[in-house]
């Protein structure tokens, strides 16, 4: 039964900067496509980006040339740092595992002010 826990959100200005962290328990972590997603308020989950096993990264539109997401296989944590950011981009975001099935962590609060 793999675990994730994200944490590093926040409160911040537009402009700013965040960096979330998930880390990773249970599982044979470097195998899994790991992967960020966001909840808006009254809105469905939506994708932000992921890292295959492989390394390879895939993004929103919205998010290219802003946020990086990455991987340390042997912190078993992937990363989405977030760099100027948007009162649009306010939401829980959550931590996604991929495998055999689909795991979630529990979300973490990003709210950007203007």
């Known amino acids: 039964q793999v675990q994730l826990v994200e944490s590093g959100g926040g409160l911040v200005q537009a402009g700013g900067s965040l960096r979330l962290s998930c880390a990773a328990s249970g599982g044979i972590f470097r195998l899994y496509t790991m992967g960020w997603y966001l909840q808006a308020p009254g809105k469905q989950r939506e994708f932000v980006a992921t890292?295959?096993?492989?390394?390879?990264?895939s993004y929103t539109d919205s998010v290219k040339c802003r946020f990086t997401i990455s991987r340390d296989n042997a912190k078993k944590t992937v990363y989405l740092q977030m760099n100027d950011l948007k009162p649009e981009d306010t939401a829980v975001y959550f931590c996604m595992g991929a495998l055999d099935r689909t795991y979630w962590g529990q979300g973490t609060q990003v709210t950007v002010s203007s």
């Open positions: 890292v295959t096993s492989g390394g390879t990264t």
